[in-house]
């Protein structure tokens, strides 16, 4: 470690370091790792598998013999970057008046950091606070047991001072873990009319060097086979993925985790097949959702579809794309040249999940998140704290859990605090990650409201002289028959005046704990995209000219708010589609080592999104919310990719690769042509 | 090292610098106006964007001691001032930031193109935003945000260092 | 990424930038808007262990005509471009190509002289300079010298700037009124680096035909067939320009799926030039 006054100090330490390396041969790709006279990246491993899963169900051998149809495509996703805004950082200090180790840092799982560190530093987690304020966005990036934290806690603990680190974006580029590199194989099988009656997928997935502590490698494998069947009625199905290691940084979890290829591997399919059958994709799909009369619906694969109408979200999503009109418009040519293209999306979302053993406990991750808590306290002057174990870093928790309090209590958001973050001062829960906050924590605060309403009766009741029975709470007041008081005079009575208490008053008074246990098969969340494109011919450049959304979170506590992540997640979405590649030569160097290289969309690539909701409570959920955290950025590589090759479709070309770049798009046009004329 | 004189949001501030130290860096270390944010350090993403004498530019990659004698009206210096007032009540209702990292950018980008331009319509806003990177909303609400505020005031030749 | 120790400073006026170099020059730097140098230095691609700031020197930000051509100082910006804050003799081409480079905050300190020191090949500023037969004007402690843009740029980030040289002004001729020109890029997003960038300048009044390519890692050229043709048949002719726009792009050595792109790009320029 290179430690200086300065971060510039410290770099020029580092500079005067000099190392010597024994350079061993690198695997830079899942293909090479695979190969049997492959170097091994783990030396004391027989091969470069991490792990090899198998989901099975059904009789695919009799849908094999049934099948009128057999579609078959390949997918390539590649690596990329979560690219929040703000880098990594921490900064740990020993407190020795407390005999305590204090490590603030940029993270959204603070209670699991502070394991990870304990166990590694030998500091027991009493005497360990991981404190994460304002976090400058994470998408899954900031969740793992950093290096650098664990040095930088190191170095405060031997030094007896403070030590900070500040990643800068060219370290971020070349050494946190990252995302995606997939491949995937799809089958479906299907009968004369287009309904697919089995399927069966090959993934691999490229996941680094290592599994990032506490993610386990198998969960992008698993997460991907484990949702290829979309929403679709599919009743066969075979699905393996191999997670293989490479010389490249820790692959991880990023918003969508491995959905975007789930998607991508059942839409494109689906679309494929609506062309074999000869009927418009919107129809294809239409035949083959799992319908509302259905659910809840037990999937082939282990899901259980609790609510919903997929048709109906996709049928409106074509009306909002107005499929006719870009036909004709496909049908007249554009005065510019551009090919235009349209695609469309659907898929579910799996959001708060839990012990269940289709979900966190099958992949052998590390912390499992269980009752999720929450703490409700009315302060001595009838104002309102919660502390919840989640965690917000832009999602807006501050204003929607105040939001549930007052749904419960009528006390206003603006006397509410939310408190997260601070391992010492927070009930202990996992953090937020897998869009199961609002679920899980507001199950929890709402629980702990609820919770609070017996003791204010009890202290309002004996304050204004009446029956418990006899007083409702709303407005933040406690009104009985013959007049009110607020909740501040509740507060008062608890915390100062106890001779005002009546005699039997339990003894947690004004503070309530909640533990909200999910639904451990979680709830679903779903969504159908249209996406319309416009692809120059020459330049293979592609703009997404019109996009429309329906999603379906069930009830929706802050629709702005909620608003805001499926936009925010399309973004991303649409990076993954079109711009943004983690790349590395043939010797396995990084060279998307600046955002000159790594591109990620700006302003003019956005579209104006047409976004509507549909609200299918859901029956297993608190108050029917569900998750809905990545949801945008399951749909757009699927329906941008389909909208694509849609355009393409006239010069015989398709690009199943993302992204899709204007390079890539050339290199399909130039293959069609020669193909076309050998 | 050498003593720099910078007028920060209206104040005076003298101090004793390295020469290597970037503008970003003297505000947040030594001036402790950690509302300006760096997401990159070579000028793309737009997160350091402030204004220096009257313009907007990237503190990232400019040196304090570049900024010697110069004006320099980071995110904190705005009390007061109507039109930054307007954007941040927009910002406020159209949901124009999540975490936040990238806001202050975002602000002093909107806040020059309100000034400077009369005719902006949702594709030059997005335009006039392409220097600054947001992986959080999606720009939609951001772009909203700043048409509201263009909807209600006219582009003036409004100093941004008046106060 | 923080810069290494480096001493600064930045002279009222030329003499002391040049004497500066002459004294120090392989350990100086010149630095100007620092748009280009900036990220440089705190990549430590650039180890100076002295920059020297002309962007106040006031003989170096002034745009004034000598004779036909325009004489932009170096440290003039392409804010200032963009705005119409110089006289325009190149008929709306440099305020139009203005507007294009990076963002405005970037366009507040990034100066025409910069760009072209710099010479990154994508840099919008070099293949319209070339495209306008512009020269840059030198000078040390030592004397003044111009050259040709195409001449002064050798390959990528090198040019014949001697380390005790600064580009004092960018030469600019005047195109007629009668005069066309025409452009076209592709960069993946707005603000990026061009992958390719093309300019047709057509100035019958002065004889001017050229058309000018630019893309990354190979700093831009004429284009001579397409320009000889553009020159000779007064761009009326489509058919042959086309086949001299193949002819010159054989010359690249461009894998096809990339020539695809390069063509599509100058044929645009081509076409915008006409219409």
Excluded at chain 1, 151 to 161: D, G, H, I, N, S
Excluded at chain 1, 214 to 242: K, T
Aim: charged residues 20%.
């Amino acid at each position: 470690m290179a430690i200086g006054a300065t971060p510039a100090e410290a770099e020029d330490i580092a500079a005067q370091v000099e190392i010597t390396f024994e350079q061993l041969p690198p695997v830079v790709s899942m293909w090479e790792a695979l190969k049997s006279d492959a170097p091994l990246v783990h030396e004391d491993w027989g091969d470069n598998v991490l792990v090899d899963l198998k989901l099975e169900g059904g009789d695919l051998a009799a849908t094999k013999s049934a099948a009128v149809h057999v579609i078959e495509r390949s997918f390539r996703m590649n690596r990329m970057h979560p690219l929040a805004l703000e880098g990594r950082a921490c900064a740990a200090s020993y407190d020795s008046r407390l005999d305590e180790l204090v490590v603030y840092v940029a993270h959204q799982l603070p209670v699991p950091l502070q394991i990870g560190l304990s166990q590694v530093l030998g500091v027991s987690q009493r005497r360990l606070r991981v404190i994460a304020p304002d976090v400058g966005a994470s998408f899954g990036l900031k969740t793992y047991l950093e290096s650098e934290t664990v040095c930088v806690a190191w170095a405060a603990m031997k030094l007896r001072r403070p030590v900070r680190w500040v990643q800068d974006r060219y370290e971020s580029l070349i050494c946190d873990a990252n995302c995606r590199d997939y491949h995937a194989k799809v089958t479906a099988y299907a009968d004369a009319n287009g309904k697919v009656l089995g399927m069966e997928c090959d993934v691999i997935v490229d996941s680094g060097a290592y599994s990032p502590w506490p993610w386990p490698a198998g969960i992008e494998g698993g997460l991907a086979i484990g949702n290829m069947q979309g929403c679709y009625d599919i009743r066969a199905f075979r699905g393996r993925a191999i997670n293989v290691v490479s010389n490249k940084p820790a692959g991880q979890p990023f918003r969508g985790v491995a959905r975007p290829l789930s998607c991508i591997g059942h839409e494109v399919v689906m679309d494929a097949l609506a062309e074999v059958v000869g009927v418009d994709p919107v129809d294809i799909r239409l035949r083959n959702f799992v319908r509302p009369e259905q659910m809840p619906y037990a999937s082939i694969t282990k899901k259980t579809l609790d609510s919903g109408n997929y048709g109906a979200a996709l049928k409106r999503v074509a009306e909002l794309i107005d499929v006719p009109a870009v036909r004709a418009r496909q049908k007249k040519g554009e005065p510019d040249g551009r090919l235009i293209g349209v695609g469309f999306a659907s898929f579910y979302e799996q959001t708060a999940y839990g012990t269940g053993p289709f979900g966190y406990a099958m992949w052998g991750i590390e912390l499992v998140p269980g009752m999720e808590p929450a703490v409700a306290r009315l302060t001595g002057d009838g104002e309102l704290i919660l502390e919840v174990g989640t965690h917000s870093h832009g999602q807006g928790h501050e204003t929607v859990f105040a939001q549930l309090a007052h749904e419960v209590l009528g006390i206003d958001p603006h006397k509410v605090s939310v408190r997260y973050g601070d391992t010492s001062t927070c009930p202990v829960g996992t953090g937020t990650y897998t869009s199961r906050s609002m679920v899980s924590a507001g199950g929890a605060i709402i629980e702990a409201c609820e919770a609070l309403k017996a003791p204010i009766t009890r202290i309002g009741s004996h304050l204004l002289q009446c029956k418990d029975a006899e007083v409702t709470i709303r407005d933040g007041r406690v009104f009985g028959p013959r007049g009110s008081v607020e909740f501040a005079e509740i507060g008062r009575a608890w915390y100062h005046h106890p001779e005002d208490l009546p005699a039997e008053m339990d003894v947690t008074g004004l503070t309530a704990t909640a533990g909200h246990k999910p639904h451990d098969p979680g709830v679903f969340a779903y969504s159908s995209h249209g996406a319309v494109v416009a692809v120059d011919p020459e330049i293979g450049s592609v703009e997404v000219i019109d996009y429309a959304i329906v999603a379906d979170c069930g009830t929706r506590v802050n629709p702005l708010l909620v608003e805001g992540q499926i936009i925010g997640g399309f973004s991303n979405g649409l990076g993954n589609a079109l711009y943004e590649e983690s790349t590395y030569d043939d010797q396995g160097q990084p060279t998307a080592t600046t955002l000159a290289d790594y591109s990620a969309p700006t302003a003019p690539a956005i579209p104006d999104v047409k976004l509507e909701f549909m609200e299918t409570p859901s029956p297993f959920a608190v108050r029917g919310i569900k998750g809905i955290g990545e949801n945008g950025a399951i749909g757009p590589p699927a329906a941008i990719a389909n909208a694509v090759n849609d355009a393409l479709r006239p010069l015989k070309a398709s690009v199943l690769e993302t992204p899709i770049t204007a390079s890539r798009v050339r290199a399909a046009i130039m293959r069609a042509r020669s193909a076309g004329t050998a | 090292m050498r003593t720099i004189n910078i007028r920060v949001n209206g104040k005076l501030v003298s101090r004793a610098v390295e020469d290597r130290l970037s503008l970003a860096d003297f505000l947040r270390d030594h001036c402790l106006l950690t509302g300006t944010h760096v997401g990159c350090e070579h000028g793309v993403c737009g997160a350091c964007t402030l204004f220096m004498d009257g313009k907007p530019i990237r503190s990232c990659i400019t040196l304090a001691v570049a900024a010697d004698q110069s004006h320099v009206r980071t995110v904190e210096g705005y009390q007061g001032d109507p039109l930054m007032q307007a954007i941040r009540t927009a910002f406020n209702h159209r949901h124009a930031l999540q975490c936040g990292f990238c806001t202050p950018g975002m602000l002093a980008t909107a806040y020059d193109m309100l000034s400077r331009i009369a005719d902006l319509d949702r594709d030059r806003i997005r335009a006039e935003l392409s220097g600054n990177l947001c992986r959080c909303t999606g720009y939609l609400s951001i772009i909203q945000a700043i048409e509201d505020v263009h909807a209600k005031h006219v582009a003036t030749a409004a100093s941004p260092l008046s106060s | 990424m923080k810069p290494v120790q480096l001493s600064y400073e930045r002279p009222d006026a030329l003499r002391g930038a040049l004497e500066a170099l002459r004294q120090s020059s392989s350990n100086a730097r010149v630095i100007a808007g620092g748009q280009s140098l900036g990220p440089m230095l705190n990549f430590r691609l650039a180890q100076p262990k002295r920059l020297i700031d002309v962007s106040r020197i006031e003989a170096l930000r002034t745009a004034a005509m000598e004779g036909q051509t325009l004489a932009i100082g170096a440290c003039v910006t392409h804010a200032r471009i963009e705005d119409g804050d110089i006289p325009d003799v190149t008929l709306g081409l440099m305020r139009h190509v203005a507007r294009g480079i990076a963002y405005r905050a970037v366009r507040n300190r990034g100066t025409i002289g910069g760009s072209l020191a710099h010479a990154d090949p994508a840099a919008d500023w070099l293949v319209t300079m070339i495209a306008l037969d512009a020269s840059v004007r030198l000078q040390s402690a030592a004397g003044i010298r111009e050259l040709k843009v195409a001449d002064f740029v050798i390959g990528p980030l090198n040019t014949q700037l001697a380390e005790t040289e600064v580009i004092t002004h960018v030469l600019v001729p005047r195109l007629a009124a009668s005069g066309r020109w025409g452009h076209a890029k592709y960069a993946k997003k707005p603000g990026d680096f061009a992958e390719t960038a093309a300019i047709a300048i057509f100035d019958a009044e002065r004889g001017v035909a050229r058309v000018a390519f630019g893309r990354r890692d190979e700093p831009p050229a004429l284009m001579q067939r397409t320009s000889n043709q553009l020159g000779g048949a007064h761009g009326r002719q489509r058919g042959n320009l086309k086949a001299a726009v193949e002819s010159d792009l054989r010359d690249l050595s461009a894998k096809p799926v990339d020539l695809m792109l390069h063509r599509a790009i100058v044929m645009r320029a081509l076409q915008d030039m006409v219409s």
